[in-house]
């Protein structure tokens, strides 16, 4: 198991899916709440641990909303996620007062309408299951979702901003016309067209993960910002490229250029956890994927994952859990098959 790219471990790891969508075509003054994920979530995608939603606008500008947080402006092409999946407001402009709808019906159609589903703002009222032409709207906005796990172990999220945006003009002219053509295919249809939409979603995400990475400023704070410090970020790849491997603090600061308390204050200070408590969660996060995905028994999985001892591998899986291994894999498959 080697890697040089610990983002991509994670992505990979905490099984990225898209799932149901909107399409919303606006006029003149309108506003949408648009709720939480702890309340879409479980009709949207039953069992995901975890909810992300996003918007991108296709035509017209706008702006999205969260508490606590200042108003984001949109125009033509960008894309926001919401990480922390926060009850949020889409509108034409800060502070108009959302359409009261229910959003209960709403949700209850994700499960049952063709997807996207389209909803429609204009004239003061909002009309689920009828869009607007094209050229009479005034703003057109993709919505969707994308599902990940959250156990046993996900760094990414949190540190992520409550709002990702993602302008235009740095995410490229084939992201607006291709994701507004993947959503259009599945509208009508067409063969592939959800695989299309769900794989085109997830590559946004995993794109926008990047971009953030890459846009945070020396000596940032949190999971990101331990990827990008020379030594700490050398000390995580060095796990990631081998879990399963007897590292000691002495060996990680030794290959990383500090001396073992000075890696262990660093690795606190930016990651938030020491590193051998980091090495612990990716071996879980490892061993979880290797349970899913693979038929090994416990103790081969084990192994793989640096425990010589499968009850000492089973108490760890279950305090990241809350299940031992075998009890976890056989819930997981009951949930795929459920799903």
């Known amino acids: 198991m080697t890697t040089l790219d610990p983002l991509s471990d994670v992505l990979r790891s905490v099984r990225l899916r898209a799932s149901v969508f909107f399409y919303m075509s606006c006029r003149d003054e309108w506003a949408a709440l648009a709720p939480g994920a702890n309340r879409v979530g479980p009709a949207v995608m039953p069992g995901a641990d975890h909810v992300i939603e996003y918007h991108m606008f296709v035509k017209g500008d706008g702006w999205v909303a969260v508490d606590g947080e200042p108003p984001l402006r949109m125009t033509a092409g960008d894309i926001v996620m919401l990480p922390h999946g926060d009850a949020h407001v889409v509108s034409s402009a800060p502070g108009v007062k959302p359409i009261e709808k229910d959003n209960a019906a709403i949700v209850s159609r994700m499960q049952t309408d063709t997807k996207p589903i389209p909803i429609s703002y204009h004239g003061g009222a909002c009309q689920v299951g009828v869009g607007l ?7 057109v906005v993709v919505c969707g979702f994308i599902a990940c796990d959250l156990k046993p172990f996900n760094p990414l999220i949190n540190a992520l901003p409550r709002l990702m945006h993602l302008p235009g003009h740095e995410v490229g002219a084939w992201v607006a016309p291709m994701l507004e053509h993947a959503a259009v295919e599945t509208g009508a249809n067409r063969a592939g067209g959800s695989a299309l939409l769900q794989r085109v979603s997830e590559m946004v ?5 990047r971009r953030y990475l890459d846009s945070l400023p020396a000596e940032s ?3 990101l910002g331990a990827l990008r410090d020379r030594q700490v970020g050398r000390a995580i790849t060095l796990m ?10 002495e060996e990680l600061g030794r290959r990383a250029g500090l001396s073992r308390s000075a890696l262990h204050e660093r690795f606190v200070s930016l990651a938030g956890v020491p590193p051998m408590q980091y090495l612990t969660n990716w071996r879980m996060q490892c061993g979880a994927r290797l349970l899913r995905e693979t038929q090994a028994n416990v103790a081969s999985v084990a192994l793989d994952v640096g425990y010589d001892s499968e009850a000492a591998f089973a108490r760890a899986f279950k305090r990241a859990t809350g299940l031992p291994p075998a009890a976890w894999r056989r819930a997981q498959a009951q949930g795929a098959v459920a799903a």
């Open 133 to 139: 032409p094209r050229d009479e709207a005034s703003a």
């Open 205 to 209: 995400f995993v794109d926008g993960a």
């Open 221 to 223: 704070q949190g999971w």
């Open 240 to 249: 990631h490229g081998d879990p399963a491997a007897n590292w000691t603090l």
